[in-house]
């Protein structure tokens, strides 16, 4: 019976001991969140991925809500979001960016000419929700030819790239792919090809 009860003692003392380990290891709630833990959580949030590497994930509509993806993405975000998109009609999205930048976050928007223009004459709300925020900045390309990107670079280390555009269709509806990496080389390359768009001297400066 002492047998037993020394068993007992034991277990307990055992467990008492690892709960106070894991509590001691629980990041507190201002804890700065590592970006290889934002790219696992949007995974769990999204359980369709339809192909995963080791730091990239594929996902396509209309099997996957994008636009669930990419409010993920922008909520997650700390310093910076870079955003090249064609289309943007998006009003959750436009709410996530606002968030965003109401917590501090810069976010910069590059956006084709043609297409701006369109959705500002039929009265798109994304221009009104996001112009005259603090931390957010609109540049559109000034010549005619295609500015057809669809990606977001989130705080220099999550880029979001594909065929999906910021629409409600887009997300939902269409057929689109779109993929989230942390490859270091396509990073590079999109923060080379984002600073030349953004630095264009003909562009049209919104904000």
Same mark, same amino acid.
């Given at each position: ?5 020394n ?5 307990? $003392?055992?467990?008492?001991g690892?709960k106070?380990?894991?509590?001691? +290891? ?8 590592t970006?290889?833990?934002? =790219?696992?959580? $949007? *995974? ?11 730091? +990239?994930q ?7 809500? !994008?636009e669930?993806? /990419?409010?993920?993405?922008?909520? &997650? ?6 955003? #090249?998109?064609?289309?943007f009609?998006?009003?959750t ?7 965003? #930048?109401?917590?501090? $976050?810069?976010v910069?928007?590059?956006? /084709?000419? *043609?297409? =701006? +223009?369109? +959705?500002?004459?039929r ?5 009104a929700? !996001?112009?005259?925020?603090p931390?957010? &900045?609109?540049?559109?390309k000034g @010549?005619?030819?295609l500015?057809?990107?669809? *990606?977001?670079?989130v ?11 910021? @629409?409600v269709s887009? *997300?939902?509806y269409? /057929?689109?792919?779109?993929? $989230?990496?942390q ?5 590079e390359?999109f923060?080379?090809?984002f ?9 049209? !400066?919104?904000?």
């Amino acid at each position: 019976m002492r047998v037993f009860r020394n068993l007992f003692v034991l277990c307990l $003392v055992c467990m008492v001991g690892w709960k106070l380990r894991m509590e001691h +290891e629980q990041p507190g709630p201002g804890a700065r969140q590592t970006i290889g833990s934002v =790219f696992n959580q $949007v *995974a769990l949030r999204l359980p369709n991925v339809h192909a995963a590497g080791e730091s +990239e994930q594929i996902y396509f509509s209309p099997s996957t809500d !994008l636009e669930r993806l /990419d409010v993920s993405l922008i909520d &997650h975000a700390q310093q910076r979001i870079q955003v #090249a998109m064609y289309a943007f009609t998006d009003r959750t999205i436009a709410l996530a960016l606002a968030r965003a #930048a109401a917590r501090g $976050v810069e976010v910069s928007i590059y956006r /084709d000419r *043609a297409q =701006f +223009e369109e +959705e500002q004459g039929r009265r798109v709300q994304v221009l009104a929700l !996001l112009s005259r925020r603090p931390n957010v &900045h609109i540049r559109v390309k000034g @010549s005619d030819e295609l500015m057809h990107q669809k *990606a977001m670079l989130v705080d220099g280390a999550v880029l979001r790239d594909g065929s999906g555009n910021w @629409s409600v269709s887009a *997300a939902r509806y269409q /057929d689109n792919q779109v993929s $989230v990496t942390q490859n270091p080389q396509q990073i590079e390359a999109f923060v080379r090809d984002f600073a030349a768009m953004w630095s264009r001297p003909d562009n049209l !400066l919104e904000q």
